[in-house]
């Protein structure tokens, strides 16, 4: 049935000007937000827990749509940032008592400017961003939910290939592939595999089938979780998935689910201010390290985790 599939597969005509460009009056758009990291710990023990430690991810850097201005937080004990394994962004690390019987709350803020921004505005404009070194050969292997190995996805890859010589040609058929196979439907994270079996999926899916299309091509690429904020701005979680591919140096973003929709302003290597990516490759959002004995104790010890996003205080 794929072969049929491929067979019948209407290769839209890839243009290198970008798919959806953003008009003249709204290209230079940005926001000056906060990102605001909630925790939240209720200790109902009847002794305080010495050196809780709670990581959270902090908003990608390194990225065509926002920069990180600055990093503000509550008082605590101990604050350290520590890099994710094979460049996917940075951790900080929190360190705090809290007392017995009590409920403790730490926020941290996450100062960003969000932009529009689009590939191939100008040379200019690219010039300034510095390349990036090849990156680590993980982005290439499949993974979970990426099945870059399987028999389906390499067949649509090798239909891409045999079709487009040009790599950025490539990568903008694998960006449509989604968009033509998949009916958009929420449903629980299921990837790219089941993506093209089943023919539906959500944004994770739309991310994952393209990520997984560009790996069996061999173009390093890798999903990214993000904040969708339209009139919304409060999250237990990241609420939207898109994805990168590493294109002559450069890590472009791609969103073949929002693209669907011009009103979003995303698409391949196109993107509005209306969303903020926090991280990279499915790392964690946040973790958490109770000191020993405390799961011993009697009395119910919870963590929660809010996210806000709020107009930055005094940008111009």
Same mark, same amino acid.
């Given at each position: 049935?794929?072969?049929?599939?491929?067979?019948?597969?209407?290769?839209?005509?890839?243009?290198?000007?970008?798919?959806?460009?953003?008009?003249?009056?709204?290209?230079?758009?940005?926001?000056?937000?906060?990102?605001?990291?909630?925790?939240?710990? @209720?200790?109902?023990?009847?002794?305080?827990?010495?050196?809780?430690?709670?990581?959270?991810?902090?908003?990608?850097?390194?990225?065509?749509?926002?920069?990180?201005?600055?990093? !503000?937080?509550?008082?605590?004990?101990?604050?350290?940032?520590?890099?994710?394994?094979?460049?996917? /962004?940075?951790y900080v690390e929190l360190e705090w008592t809290i007392p017995a019987r009590s409920t403790s709350t730490k926020k941290i803020y996450f100062d960003l400017l969000v932009?529009?921004?689009?590939?191939?505005?100008?040379?200019?404009?690219?010039?300034?961003?510095?390349?990036?070194?090849?990156?680590?050969?993980?982005?290439?292997?499949?993974?979970?939910?990426?099945?870059?190995?399987?028999?389906?996805?390499?067949?649509?890859?090798?239909?891409?290939?045999?079709?487009?010589?040009?790599?950025?040609?490539?990568?903008?058929?694998?960006?449509?592939?989604?968009?033509?196979?998949?009916?958009?439907? !929420?449903?629980?994270? !299921?990837?790219?595999?089941?993506?093209?079996?089943?023919?539906?999926?959500?944004?994770?899916?739309?991310?994952?089938?393209?990520?997984?299309?560009?790996?069996?091509?061999?173009?390093?690429?890798?999903?990214?979780?993000?904040?969708?904020?339209?009139?919304?701005?409060?999250?237990?979680?990241?609420?939207?998935?898109?994805? @990168?591919?590493?294109?002559? /140096?450069?890590?472009?973003?791609?969103?073949?689910?929002?693209?669907?929709?011009?009103? +979003?302003?995303?698409? +391949? /290597?196109?993107?509005?201010?209306?969303?903020?990516?926090?991280? !990279?490759?499915?790392?964690?959002?946040?973790?958490?390290? +109770?000191?020993?004995?405390?799961?011993?104790?009697? /009395?119910?010890?919870?963590?929660?985790?809010?996210?806000?996003?709020?107009?930055?205080?005094?940008?111009?």
């Amino acid at each position: 049935m794929l072969w049929k599939f491929i067979a019948l597969l209407p290769l839209i005509p890839v243009v290198l000007a970008a798919s959806s460009r953003l008009s003249a009056d709204t290209r230079n758009d940005a926001q000056y937000l906060t990102l605001v990291a909630e925790i939240t710990i @209720e200790n109902g023990t009847a002794e305080p827990i010495e050196g809780y430690v709670h990581r959270v991810a902090v908003p990608v850097e390194g990225h065509m749509q926002q920069r990180l201005l600055g990093i !503000r937080h509550d008082d605590v004990q101990r604050f350290l940032r520590k890099p994710f394994k094979h460049s996917a /962004g940075d951790y900080v690390e929190l360190e705090w008592t809290i007392p017995a019987r009590s409920t403790s709350t730490k926020k941290i803020y996450f100062d960003l400017l969000v932009q529009d921004y689009q590939l191939h505005a100008s040379t200019q404009q690219l010039d300034r961003r510095p390349r990036q070194p090849r990156p680590h050969d993980v982005y290439t292997r499949p993974a979970k939910y990426i099945e870059s190995e399987a028999d389906e996805i390499v067949r649509l890859a090798r239909h891409i290939e045999r079709s487009y010589a040009d790599a950025e040609a490539r990568l903008r058929a694998a960006f449509l592939t989604p968009q033509q196979m998949i009916q958009y439907r !929420r449903q629980s994270t !299921r990837g790219a595999l089941y993506a093209v079996s089943a023919r539906q999926g959500d944004c994770t899916e739309y991310a994952a089938l393209f990520v997984a299309i560009a790996r069996a091509m061999g173009y390093p690429a890798r999903m990214t979780s993000e904040f969708l904020f339209t009139e919304h701005r409060e999250f237990s979680q990241p609420n939207h998935h898109a994805a @990168e591919v590493y294109l002559e /140096g450069r890590w472009i973003p791609v969103d073949a689910n929002l693209a669907l929709d011009p009103r +979003f302003g995303y698409g +391949f /290597g196109v993107g509005s201010h209306s969303k903020i990516v926090l991280n !990279r490759n499915s790392v964690w959002v946040w973790s958490n390290l +109770f000191p020993r004995g405390v799961s011993k104790r009697r /009395g119910e010890v919870d963590v929660d985790m809010q996210w806000r996003i709020l107009e930055m205080q005094g940008a111009e």
